[in-house]
């Protein structure tokens, strides 16, 4: 098992065993820049608990902060998922894995290069049950509705209402509001359980105007 894995378990990051079972399968370094992984190393990559570029000024987000938000979210087998901000494709990889053939991903980026590379990267693992689209997940993935696990990955100054309108009752929603990662659980048609962790830091959610 990789240190940083078994690190991120011992830590406590890291706790549901499909979880724990991605992160060994899906390997980060294929989800770098070529160039890095020349530089550094798969090695390197692998052991690496921090972002790391993928140009464009956005990262492949640090795996203990992927670790966090995936057990806040707790994503099961069969479930239909909405990823925001899929990036370089990593942790829409890791979703895949999770909710496996009878579950779905919709991965949206809105820089149509990233959401290409993040296209090609998640296509080295030949999942089926992906589909990436290229635009501004601030509106949520409306045609694709309802889901049952919301995730983003860039930082707005609140969640935003389509989002919530787009989950299951019963659903989670794990999203960063400012420095912290907030976890809504849908309890009725306009009611939420929320819970907030500070101490995080995410690129911003940029909105379409
Ligand atoms: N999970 C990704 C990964 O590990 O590679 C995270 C990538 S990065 C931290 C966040 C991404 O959110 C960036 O690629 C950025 O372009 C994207 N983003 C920001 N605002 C967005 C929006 N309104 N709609 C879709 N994507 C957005």
Redesign the pocket.
């Known amino acids: 098992m990789s240190r940083l894995i078994d690190r991120l378990i011992k830590e406590g990051y890291l706790n549901s065993p499909r979880i724990i079972q991605a992160f060994k399968e899906i390997s980060r370094a294929d ?1 770098a820049l070529e160039e890095l992984i020349k530089k550094e190393g798969r090695e390197f990559i692998e052991e690496y608990n921090a ?1 790391l570029s ?1 140009s ?6 640090q795996p203990l902060t ?1 670790a966090f938000m995936l057990e806040l979210l707790q994503p099961e087998k069969g479930d239909r998922i909405l ?10 990889a890791l979703l895949a894995k999770i909710v496996g053939q009878d579950g779905f991903v919709y991965a ?4 149509r290069e ?1 959401k290409e590379f ?1 296209q090609r990267n998640v296509g080295k693992y030949g999942f089926k049950n992906v589909e990436f689209v290229c ?5 949520g993935l409306g045609d694709k509705a309802p889901f049952d696990r919301i995730i ?3 930082a ?1 100054e609140e969640i935003q209402p389509e989002w919530k309108k787009q989950l299951k009752i019963g659903g989670r929603l794990a999203a960063p509001v400012g420095n912290a990662i907030r976890l809504l659980i849908k309890t009725g048609e306009d009611k939420f359980k929320k819970k907030e962790y500070p101490g995080f830091a ?7 105007k």
């Open positions: 989800f972002p993928i464009f000024g956005q990262t492949v987000s992927v990823d925001i901000g899929s990036g370089s494709g990593w942790q829409t949206i980026e809105r820089i990233l993040g635009g501004d997940g601030s509106k983003a990955a860039a707005g995410f690129v911003p959610l940029i909105k379409e």
